[in-house]
């Protein structure tokens, strides 16, 4: 079942990652307030005139969904982690990044906005 909400969403994920996926939520929300929070595509999206950054939950990993451009723009920073077109995981036996994240995001709404 597709959740409606990303309070549904965060919580039907493990107890393990709720927390993880909470302080992602504030982390985003915080560095780029004046984007929206939706769901798309099923996961937590932000939005400003299109999509801006997402993010889900995986059994190992926190996936962010910042698309191709950013990764590349921040490389340096993403070499030690795992990565696919437009898609980064980030190992949940491992600190989260959070300011990456927030770096990350702001660069999102910087460049995708409409």
């Known amino acids: 079942m597709t959740s409606q909400t990303i309070d549904a969403y965060i919580a039907e994920q493990d107890s393990e990652i709720r927390p993880v996926l909470v302080k992602v939520r504030e982390i985003i929300g915080s560095a780029i307030p004046d984007a929206s929070e939706k769901m798309s595509y099923g996961i937590p999206t932000w939005w400003a005139g299109r ?29 030690e982690y795992d990565q696919s077109k437009g898609t980064i995981r980030f190992p949940l036996n491992s600190p989260i990044p959070y300011e990456l994240i927030a770096d990350i995001s702001r660069w999102c709404l910087e460049n995708y906005r409409k």
């Open 51 to 79: 999509n801006i950054i997402h993010f889900s939950a995986a059994k190992k990993h926190l996936g962010l969904y910042p698309g191709p451009k950013a990764i590349a723009a921040f490389q340096d920073q993403l070499a």
